[in-house]
């Protein structure tokens, strides 16, 4: 369905903040704009859990650990999702994934350090 392309991501303390971006370079704009849009993150020795989501309709689904610090955005026109992560904790250290239709992105390390 499309190439994702994700930047952003990095090192961080504690209790700053971090904005990932993804943008899907070749798919058309009437194939993402009905899409679900998400991010997905997998910590090491853990399996790929959901961050958080946006549907086509706005609506928006978190998983209760990032809820009220993240924040999932789409933007049709340009066809890319961004994650703004707030009050980051050491624990919110993983690789994250966007994921949009049947497609991944590459993967961005966020690490939090204490």
């Known amino acids: 369905q499309g190439n994702l392309v994700e930047s952003g991501g990095g090192l961080v303390q504690a209790g700053g903040s971090l904005r990932l971006s993804c943008r899907a370079s070749t798919m058309i704009t009437s194939t993402f704009s009905p899409l679900v849009v998400g991010w997905y993150r997998q910590a090491p020795g853990k399996q790929r859990e959901l961050v958080g989501l946006v549907a086509s309709d706005r609506t928006t689904s978190y998983a209760d650990s990032v809820k009220g610090r993240f924040t999932v955005f789409r933007d049709n026109s340009r066809k890319t999702t961004s994650l703004q992560m707030n009050s980051l904790k050491p624990e919110d250290t993983a690789v994250y994934y966007c994921?949009?239709?049947?497609?991944w992105g590459q993967g961005i390390q966020v690490t939090v350090s204490s």
């Open positions: 994921h949009i239709g049947h497609s």
